[in-house]
């Protein structure tokens, strides 16, 4: 079974400053990896994605993660914090063998924008 | 424009009044899933179906139904709803038979139970 950790229910940054969510996950075979953002009263709007090759992914709004598989980690970070980014974000993964497909979210990250 | 369309956007309905949410991609995906998102507890995921007419549980199914007719549609049926299903309700859709691909998420569905 897999599992997703995202530390920190909610984190706080001033406006220009480097974005740092952690994610953290478990998993008994070669994962996919997912960040989704959440704004108010929206759906989840897919960020970026890890597949398999190259291990720092760029998406969407100035998001990077990279896929560490020593430390089963896939931090999303942005170097520059804008108000606009104020959001809840999500870790997930997605696993599948054989017959079997599962995908797991993490509970969330609030990212707060300080002015 | 490609979508997921997830019908009706707020519900509040009485306990053990079955109820149907609606869920139409028009994207031709393979893969569509339906989700709860609860305060602290993230998304789970309910009930997801690889193809038409095949289906699977998910971490919380007890409640709920679905169906697979038809490839653009994937309904999430409460039988006999309680209030521990009151929850913020969303339906998503991946391109392949798996989720692998990642998700394009409905608008969500609001549903009080009282």
């Known amino acids: 079974a897999q599992s997703v950790t995202q530390l920190g229910s909610h984190v706080s940054v001033s406006e220009g400053a480097l974005v740092l969510l952690r994610c953290n996950y478990s998993s008994s075979v070669p994962p996919y990896l997912f960040w989704y953002v959440q704004y108010p009263n929206q759906g989840l709007q897919l960020l970026l994605k890890?597949?398999?090759?190259?291990?720092l992914v760029k998406g969407i709004n100035g998001f990077e993660a990279e896929f560490k598989k020593s430390e089963t980690s896939f931090h999303l970070t942005k170097p520059s914090a804008h108000m606009s980014d104020a959001a809840e974000y999500f870790c997930a993964v997605s696993v599948s063998s054989g017959g079997y497909q599962k995908v797991t979210f993490g509970t969330g990250t609030k990212l707060q924008v300080i002015p | 424009e490609a979508q997921v369309t997830q019908n009706p956007r707020y519900l509040i309905t009485v306990t053990g009044k079955k109820l149907t949410v609606t869920c139409s991609q028009n994207?031709?995906?393979?893969?569509m899933s339906w989700y709860r998102q609860d305060p602290g507890l993230g998304l789970r995921q309910i009930y997801y179906s690889m193809n038409v007419e095949v289906t699977d549980k998910g971490d919380v199914p007890e409640g709920y139904k679905v169906s697979r007719k038809e490839k653009r549609n994937f309904p999430l049926i409460l039988e006999s709803p309680s209030p521990n299903q009151t929850s913020l309700y969303f339906c998503?859709?991946?391109?392949?038979?798996?989720?692998?691909?990642?998700?394009?998420f409905g608008s969500g569905t609001r549903l009080t139970v009282v």
């Open positions: 890890y597949t398999t090759g190259a291990t």
């Open positions: 994207m031709n995906h393979e893969y």
């Open positions: 998503a859709s991946s391109p392949e038979r798996t989720a692998n691909y990642g998700y394009t």
